[in-house]
């Protein structure tokens, strides 16, 4: 299929980027020519926007149907590959199901033909079972992540789903490790390979080894994430209990953190992520459930408080950092009374504490909750008129927006906060009478 190349640049230019990396410029030039496509790379290299790039040169305009499906294993990455096909500005309506999503919204959309739907498969499947979701007329389907969703035992739902395809014509397959043979059901023969995989060793990481003891873990991480001076920072521990106990221990010492995992409820989960993202906190501690899905861009530092128990979740922890072109750091809490795992067998730089330590910094941005959203028509300039206005705030006191479908958040700076409060709670939002109040 030859693609209408003169589109590019306007997408580029909307996602604000310059040109396609690498990675981008095959997978273009090879889905021109391939029907079926194994992308193969790590995170942080750009691979979500090589993969929607020839998807949205495929669309019709004109169809009135669902003509591309994009499959990931969790909710998280799903959202990431929506943001990143809102940025493009195509014009091409998208819906994002996954669990914890209010269904009845979902329905609600599907029936104003999407051109392009991304879920998690349990959510599509539910869709299916309940005759809400047409797949009949699709043309494409991403499965992204695909050996996480084999690991997460997704291969039913994936086989459900895939025999629901009965126009489908163009297969991409984005995965992190080599597969030597396919399901049966997969119509996947001698698909042309995008492989990144041995790039993933160039990052642009420094390794450092920080000693810590046994009675002095705590201590010696608290010194360290002090020395980061504010950063973005991810400190990832091996089980949820082992991130609440990080993150009380900081709290008593004065450190502001925030916790991710997978035993949150999922509205939870998102807010820790905004609140990560916008700099309210600047340090999160999470599970492994953050080494994927998470598109964040400044994230300087990763820490493994606990290693992981293989390589490959030691790679995807990496990948958090020195994403894209930006260098990163990634430190190895090293225990002389423990044994190291066998895949740290290269050289790192022993890392010391700076004499100037400085106390905890407390970030300058807190964040706003307002309670509407998308289905509120309610959207990003409607809320930086309205704290500029009503709450005189200058554009510099405003930082990131995020917009949900009955929710906002808005990074605003902390000075004054109480005060910035009292004025605008008794303020109308585009004429509607919102709950604003500090996120919880």
């Known amino acids: 299929m030859n693609f209408d190349?003169?589109?590019?640049?306007?997408?580029?230019?909307?996602?604000?980027?310059?040109?396609?990396?690498?990675?981008?410029?095959?997978?273009?030039?090879?889905?021109?020519?391939?029907?079926n496509l194994m992308i193969l790379s790590q995170t942080g290299s750009g691979k979500t926007?090589?993969?929607?790039?020839?998807?949205?040169?495929r669309l019709d305009e004109n169809s009135k149907s669902v003509q591309a499906l994009i499959l990931a294993p969790s909710r998280e990455l799903a959202i990431q590959i929506e943001n990143v096909f809102r940025a493009m500005k195509t014009n091409h309506k998208v819906l994002t199901c996954y669990g914890g999503h209010s269904i009845q919204v979902e329905i609600k959309s599907l029936q104003e033909s999407p051109s392009v739907i991304i879920g998690t498969p349990g959510r599509i499947c539910d869709h299916l079972s309940r005759n809400t979701l047409d797949l009949s007329l699709v043309s494409q389907l991403v499965v992204d992540e695909y050996d996480k969703s084999l690991e997460f035992g997704f291969e039913e739902q994936l086989k459900f789903i895939y025999q629901q395809l009965e126009t489908l014509r163009y297969t991409t397959l984005v995965s992190a490790t080599e597969h030597?043979?396919?399901?049966?059901?997969?119509?996947?023969?001698?698909?042309?390979?995008?492989?990144?995989?041995d790039k993933a060793k160039d990052l642009p990481i420094t390794f450092y080894h920080f000693p810590v003891k046994t009675f002095n873990k705590l201590d010696r991480l608290f010194n360290l994430l002090c020395s980061f001076k504010g950063e973005l920072t991810i400190v990832f521990c091996n089980f949820r209990e082992?991130?609440?106990?990080?993150?009380?221990?900081l709290h008593q010492k004065g450190y502001e953190s925030i916790i991710y995992h997978g035993g949150m409820e999922q509205d939870e989960r998102e807010k820790a992520l905004i609140k990560f993202k916008n700099k309210t906190h600047h340090t999160l501690i999470c599970t492994d459930l953050g080494s994927r899905g998470l598109d964040i861009t400044a994230i300087q530092h990763v820490v493994h408080f606990q290693f992981p128990q293989n390589e490959e979740a030691f790679i995807h922890r990496n990948g958090r950092t020195a994403r894209m072109t930006a260098n990163g750091s990634s430190y190895l809490l090293v225990n002389q009374e423990e044994n190291k795992p066998e895949y740290i067998n290269f050289q790192t730089v022993e890392y010391k504490i700076p004499n100037d330590l400085v106390a905890p910094i407390e970030s300058p941005w807190t964040t706003l909750y307002f309670s509407g959203g998308k289905k509120d028509k309610i959207n990003k300039i409607d809320l930086v008129g309205f704290l500029s206005q009503k709450g005189n705030l200058?554009?510099?006191?405003?930082?990131?927006?995020?917009?949900?479908?009955?929710?906002?958040?808005?990074a605003v700076k902390?000075?004054?906060?109480?005060?910035?409060?009292?004025?605008?709670?008794?303020?109308?939002?585009?004429?509607?009478?919102?709950?604003?109040?500090?996120?919880?």
Do not use: M
């Open 242 to 249: 082992a991130t609440a106990t990080v993150c009380d221990f």
């Open 394 to 410: 200058s554009k510099e006191d405003i930082g990131l927006i995020i917009v949900n479908d009955f929710s906002s958040y808005v």
């Open 49 to 57: 926007f090589a993969f929607l790039l020839p998807l949205f040169l």
């Open 180 to 197: 030597k043979a396919f399901p049966s059901y997969f119509v996947f023969r001698n698909p042309a390979q995008v492989n990144h995989l």
């Open 414 to 440: 902390r000075k004054n906060i109480q005060a910035l409060l009292a004025k605008i709670r008794v303020e109308k939002v585009k004429g509607k009478k919102l709950k604003i109040d500090l996120a919880k």
């Open 5 to 35: 190349l003169q589109r590019i640049p306007k997408i580029l230019l909307s996602i604000g980027f310059t040109s396609l990396n690498t990675l981008q410029e095959e997978t273009l030039n090879k889905s021109q020519v391939n029907d």
